[in-house]
C-alpha cells in the first residue's frame, strides 16, 4: 500500500519561511510527477507546483519567484521551500504523486493535507 505523508506546515509570520516535505511509502515501481495544491477557506483548490522525475517544473503565477519545488528520487520525497510568505497563502497544502505500483498500475495518491498559516 502506497502513503505519502506531509510534513513541515505550521504558522509563520508574513514574510517568512516555511519548507514542506512529502514522503512516499510503500510498495512501488516509479514515482512520475510529483505537486503539491492548497485549498484556502471558501476558495476553489489551487495547483501550486508541480515537479516531474527528471526535475521539470511548473509553478503558478502567484507563487513564482517565492516557492521553490524539488525532489529526492533517491528518497522519494518532495519538498515545497516556501519564502517571502504572504497571508494570503494561507491554506491547507496537500502533495500528491503519479505511482506506479508494483503490480504495474498507475494511480494518482494524495497526502493528508499539512495545514499553513500566515499570520502576524
Known amino acids: 500500500q502506497v502513503q505519502l505523508v506531509e510534513s513541515g506546515g505550521g504558522l509563520v509570520q508574513p514574510g517568512g519561511s516555511l519548507r514542506l516535505s512529502c514522503a512516499a511509502s510503500g510498495s512501488m515501481f516509479s514515482i512520475n510527477t510529483m505537486g503539491w495544491y492548497r485549498r484556502a477557506p471558501g476558495k476553489e483548490r489551487e495547483l501550486v507546483a508541480f515537479?516531474?522525475?527528471?526535475?521539470?517544473?511548473n509553478y503558478a503565477d502567484s507563487v513564482k519567484g517565492r516557492f521553490t519545488i524539488s525532489r529526492d528520487n533517491a528518497k522519494n520525497t518532495m519538498y515545497l521551500q516556501m519564502s517571502s510568505l504572504k497571508p494570503e497563502d494561507t491554506a491547507v497544502y496537500y502533495c500528491y504523486a503519479a505511482i506506479i505500483d508494483s503490480s504495474g498500475t498507475w494511480s494518482t495518491y494524495w497526502g493528508q493535507g499539512t495545514q499553513v498559516t500566515v499570520s502576524s
Open positions: 515537479i516531474t522525475r527528471s526535475g521539470s517544473t
